[in-house]
């Protein structure tokens, strides 16, 4: 189930996130699904689709880069890089046009072939400072 759960983890993240194709998202998210992100809580598949068009606005070249994944049962873990360029309102804050850079964990819990629940854990402040519009320093 481990294996299992990475691959339906990969295929999310690839078919979703980097390619946008929200056709998967039905087929891969949970009806009861909530993502707990660093803001709020994202909960079910139209939601998910409400939040994911959102971002892909802000950073419509959003890209995630897997770099470790452990399964086990039903929960994966991974740790990746988020890649983009901000060309769209973020937070209130006009595009700046400038690319980023940020690291980023999720922990997905994953039932039935479906994503149930993903916490998910990035460097906001590492992007505002990419994006030159984080408070200053001391």
């Known amino acids: 189930m481990s ?6 983890f990969s295929r999310f993240v690839e078919e ?18 909530v993502l707990h ?10 939601g998910f689709k409400q939040y994911l ?14 770099e470790d994944s452990i399964a086990e049962r ?4 991974t740790r990746w890089t988020m890649t ?9 804050i006009p595009g700046t046009g400038k690319s980023f850079a ?15 629940e993903n916490w998910v854990y990035w460097d906001r402040f590492g992007l505002l400072e990419q994006l030159g519009v984080a408070p200053k320093k001391g």
Do not use: C, Y
Not at 3 to 8: F, P, R
Not at 17 to 31: F, H, Q, S, Y
Not at 103 to 116: A, D, F, N, R, W
């Open 3 to 8: 294996q299992e759960n990475k691959a339906i």
């Open 16 to 33: 979703i996130w980097n390619k946008g194709n929200l056709t998967v998202v039905d087929e891969l998210i949970a009806p009861d699904f």
């Open 37 to 46: 992100s660093v803001a709020r809580d994202i909960k079910g598949p139209e």
């Open 53 to 66: 068009n959102t971002a892909r606005m802000a950073f419509p070249d959003i890209h995630f880069t897997r």
């Open 74 to 77: 039903e929960k994966v873990v």
């Open 84 to 92: 983009g360029t901000h060309k769209g309102e973020f937070m209130g």
């Open 102 to 116: 940020v690291p980023g964990t999720s922990i997905s819990h994953i039932v039935g072939g479906k994503l149930k």
